[in-house]
């Protein structure tokens, strides 16, 4: 962990809202981890799925397959790859429905040396190493605000559910708002395509956000989901997986995530909001991707 950027560490699992901030010419690439279940077919790019007539009963049973837990925590270990670079590091993550994800690296489990923090409001990422921090709201970024993706549209990537930018709850009502096409789900907003592959029991086993502009150039997200177990009376993975690969600066960088959980609980007795210590310095945001893609 020594040789790598605590700061870039965590703000690589921000990347899509790191990049699309400064309108970076930027491709996310669609790469398959072999964990994916077999059971699924090779997701195409969502504006690209063919037409058809909606499938309202696979719709509603991903949507009625979520998880109802209101706090998901559980000690994790924490793989990135990048370059010649395969590191992995203890952490922890707590979620707590429509209030938080937060994600902590701490090697050996013993000092937490980065954080990274989504609320409703704002992404904070937090180094306290070097004690940095980067903070940012969802209406200053541009890319983000004029496409609906907010704080409920991260959480349905890290709570494996179905969603609809500008929604906070989506409903087995709206499922008409969904097309289909043999295991996948479609949906298309604008410039923004999304696409849902599940497996034969319904739950989400990969899921590919699109977006297509002749200025922002093409962006790609493409998150995987496995091992899933149960959890409460559902199913829940516990293990996820995302690749991104970046030409920001006209040279090819691919940066893997993977986000191993060990043992899923539901504990509530932790604090949901962070204070940033009065000592910690702002950091500039092209400063940070910068460090991400020298990584």
Known sequence: MKKLNIMAVMACIAVPLILGSCGSKKKLADNTPAST?????????????????????LVRKVIENATDARNIVSSI????????????????ICMRR???????????????????????????????????????GYDQVSFLKNNGIDFYALQALFWNQLFEPGKKVLSASEASHFDTSGNQIVLQKGKM???????????????????????????????????????????FPTKQSFTIQTEATGS???????????????????????????????????????QILKM
């Open 77 to 92: 270990d924490f793989n990135i790859k990048s370059g010649k670079k395969d590191i992995t590091v203890d952490g922890k």
């Open 37 to 57: 279940p077999t059971t699924t077919t090779q997701p195409t790019t969502p504006g690209d799925a063919p037409e058809n007539t909606t499938n309202l009963a």
């Open 193 to 235: 395509g999304f696409l849902w592959n599940t497996d034969d029991e319904g739950r989400i086993a990969k899921t590919v956000a699109s977006y297509n502009s002749s200025s922002r150039g093409t962006s790609k997200l493409d998150w995987s989901y496995a091992d899933f177990k149960a959890f409460g009376n559902k199913m």
């Open 252 to 290: 090819t960088k691919t940066i893997g995530v993977t986000i191993s959980m060990k043992k899923l609980k539901t504990d509530s007795d932790w604090e949901t909001t962070t204070k940033v210590p009065s000592k910690y310095t702002p950091v500039n945001l092209k400063d940070v991707i910068n």
């Open 98 to 136: 429509d209030e938080v994800i937060r994600i902590q690296l701490s090697p050996m489990g013993l000092v937490e040396v980065g954080r990274l923090e989504f609320t409703r409001d704002s992404v904070l990422i937090m180094d306290r190493i070097h004690k940095q921090y980067l903070k940012s």
